[in-house]
């Protein structure tokens, strides 16, 4: 029981600490307008930025759960049961959520910034965008990846080759 005490305050610091630093943050910048916000969740709704984040409440309830059932797997059936009316309990926390990344938005755009950016995601090109993005980006990673096996090979013959040359047997 040691183990979750000190998991537990250790988690009341993390807390403290973060409330703190959103605290401060949010005294040293002025608020967005209204108008700034609801563009800036709009913007997120229209590119799908929200939907990173649906996962979240349901990842940290699992978490939690399985703190305890590390200490007592005999707590399963109550621990699914807590859980799922857990999730359910803070599903609507999310919105607290999608408002700190809107008000991040706007902390880096003007309002007109974030119109212009969402006329532009609203646009055929923006759309088109929006949904090539994910292929064009896997795509990418898998030439890099590729692309840096290649590199890494080379980089390799190159050094053994210096290395020879300076006396080491490989």
């Known amino acids: 029981m040691h183990f979750l005490q000190a998991t537990h305050r ?5 807390l403290l600490a973060l409330s703190l630093s959103c605290a401060s943050s949010a005294f040293a910048q002025p608020q967005p307008s209204a108008a700034a916000m609801a563009t800036a969740k709009e913007l997120i709704t229209v590119t799908g930025a ?16 399985v703190l305890y059932l590390q200490q007592d797997p005999a707590l399963a059936k109550d621990l699914n049961e807590i859980a799922a009316n857990l999730r359910t309990q803070l599903a609507p926390r999310f919105t607290e959520l999608n408002d700190e990344v809107a008000r991040l938005y706007t902390t880096d755009f003007t309002e007109q910034e974030l119109k212009d950016i969402l006329a532009f995601y609203k646009s055929p090109a923006g759309q088109k965008l929006l949904e090539q993005q994910p292929k064009v980006i896997d795509n990418s990673m898998k030439f890099a990846q590729t692309w840096a096996n290649k590199l890494s090979d080379e980089v390799v013959a190159k050094m053994r080759d210096e290395l020879k040359k300076r006396g080491h047997a490989l």
Do not use: D, M, S, Y
């Open 10 to 14: 250790g988690a009341r610091w993390a």
């Open 50 to 65: 929200n939907t990173i984040f649906n996962p979240l409440i349901a990842g940290v309830v699992e978490q939690a759960k």
